[in-house]
């Protein structure tokens, strides 16, 4: 008689099963995912805020300098400022300083230029006031100015900010 060969028996092998390691595999997969739209959205929050950033600091720089060069209006000859007749109630004002020295702003596009030289960007509204001596009468005449404002918007994709500034000029 023959005997039947028994196999040898094999202690179990530590390990994991194929089914487990697709359940990890699943569950890494929705993790990294979540972190992913945390990482994402912190990403565009930094890009947003480094944006407004930007933005109002050309605001708040081409605004200082407007108002900077607006107390130095030079009078003309005579009673009235040597501010261009075309200048007040516009998006461009037109003047000369102390030293003669011819100073423009006007608005291109959304652009902010300073004798046609670009000042800042992203600027989408200019305007300047010319303000009689009560401080709330609008007057277009140069002889009846005695203050100068400036109102500037400046707007992204993802903020608009308004800027306003009103300077009586040393001359005045």
């Known amino acids: 008689m023959k005997r039947a060969r028994l196999r040898p028996v094999l202690p179990r092998q530590p390990g994991f099963s194929l089914v487990e390691l697709i359940v990890v595999i699943v569950v890494l997969g929705i993790v990294a995912s979540m972190g992913a739209i945390v990482v994402r959205d912190g990403m565009l929050g930094y890009l947003r805020g480094r944006e407004i950033s930007s933005a109002d600091w050309q605001g708040r720089l081409a605004l200082e ?20 007749n075309t200048s007040c109630g516009n998006s461009s004002f037109t003047f000369s300083d102390v030293n003669a020295v011819p100073i423009s702003y006007t608005q291109s596009a959304n ?6 030289q670009p000042l800042a960007d992203d600027v989408t509204g200019l305007r300047f006031y010319c303000l009689q001596s009560d401080g709330q009468t609008y007057t277009t005449t140069p002889s009846a100015v005695y203050y100068v404002t400036v109102s500037m918007v ?3 994709a ?8 009103t ?5 005045f």
């Open 65 to 84: 300098r407007i108002t900077r060069e607006l107390r130095d209006i030079a009078p003309s000859s005579g009673a009235s400022v040597n501010i261009a």
């Open 154 to 156: 400046v707007s992204t």
């Open 167 to 171: 300077v009586k000029p040393w001359s």
């Open 158 to 165: 993802n903020t608009s900010a308004s800027y306003r500034s």
């Open 111 to 116: 652009t902010l230029l300073r004798n046609g």
